[in-house]
C-alpha cells in the first residue's frame, strides 16, 4: 500500500512555538502534498513538493522530503491558535501524475493561546 | 479565489434510497475526483474522472456507485442504493493537470448520513 502516515497522532503546543510533523510512505512517488483539515470541514491544500525537492517553503510552512527514508516533514514555525488543525500528508504514485491521492491518518495539532 | 463547490452540505437518508451529491469544479481544471472520509479514518480515493470517463477506480467504487458530469460545470456521484456504512463526508476534487503535478484542490464536503 502506497499509503502515508503520519506521526504523531497528536500533538500539543503553546502558541509561539514551532510545530513538526512527520510522514512516512512505503513506494516510490511523484509528489507529496500536505493538507490541512480543521474539524468537520474540507480539505485545504498548504504545500506541494515534488520527488526531485528535498526542500520547500510557504510562509510559515517549511516542508522536506527525503526519498532515500521514504518520509517528509512539516514545520510550522511560530504557531497560531489558529493552526489548530489535522494535518494530512498524500502521496501521488510516481508514473500516476493526474491519479489518485493516498492520504495518512492525520496529525491533530492544538495549539493552545 | 477559484474553488470548487458542494451540494448539499448535509444529506440524510433512509438504507436504500438513491443519493446525489453535487460537485462545481474550477472552471478550467481537467481532472475530477471523488474521495470520502468516513468519521475518524483516513481520506480514500473512490474515483477519477476525464474526458467524460473513469480514469481510475478504487475497491470501494463497486457497482452502486456512479458518476456523471451532466453539463460544462457539474460533476455528481450516485449512489444507488445507500447502506449503512456509507455514511462518511464525501469530497470533490479538481486538478488543471496542465503541470507535472498533481494539486488537487478540494471542496467543503458533503456530509452523508445513511440511516
Known amino acids: 500500500s502506497q499509503q502515508g502516515e503520519e506521526d504523531p497522532q497528536a500533538l500539543s503546543i503553546q502558541e509561539g512555538e514551532n510545530a513538526t510533523m512527520n510522514c512516512s510512505y512505503k513506494?516510490?512517488?511523484?509528489?507529496l502534498q500536505w493538507y490541512r483539515q480543521n474539524s468537520g470541514r474540507g480539505l485545504v491544500h498548504l504545500i506541494l513538493i515534488r520527488s526531485n525537492e528535498r526542500e520547500k517553503h510557504s510562509g510559515r510552512l517549511r516542508v522536506t522530503l527525503d526519498t532515500s527514508k521514504k518520509s517528509s516533514s512539516l514545520l510550522i514555525t511560530a504557531s497560531r491558535a489558529a493552526d489548530t488543525a489535522s494535518y494530512f500528508c498524500a502521496t501521488n504514485d510516481r508514473g500516476s501524475n493526474l491519479g489518485r491521492l493516498y492520504f495518512g491518518r492525520g496529525t491533530q495539532l492544538t495549539v493552545w493561546p | 479565489e477559484p474553488e470548487v463547490t458542494q451540494t448539499p452540505s448535509h444529506q440524510v437518508t433512509q438504507m436504500g434510497q438513491e443519493v446525489i451529491l453535487r460537485c462545481v469544479p474550477i472552471s478550467n481544471h481537467l481532472y475530477f475526483y471523488w474521495y470520502r472520509q468516513i468519521l475518524g479514518q483516513k481520506v480514500e480515493f473512490l474515483v477519477s474522472f476525464y474526458n467524460n470517463e473513469i480514469s481510475e477506480k478504487s475497491e470501494i467504487f463497486d457497482d452502486q456507485f456512479s458518476v456523471e458530469r451532466p453539463d460544462g460545470s457539474n460533476f455528481t456521484l450516485k449512489i444507488r442504493s445507500t447502506k449503512l456504512e456509507d455514511s462518511a463526508m464525501y469530497f470533490c476534487?479538481?486538478?488543471?493537470?496542465?503541470?507535472?503535478?498533481?494539486?488537487?484542490?478540494f471542496g467543503p464536503g458533503t456530509r452523508l448520513t445513511v440511516l
Open positions: 476534487a479538481s486538478s488543471d493537470g496542465t503541470s507535472r503535478s498533481n494539486e488537487q484542490f
Open positions: 513506494t516510490s512517488i511523484n509528489n
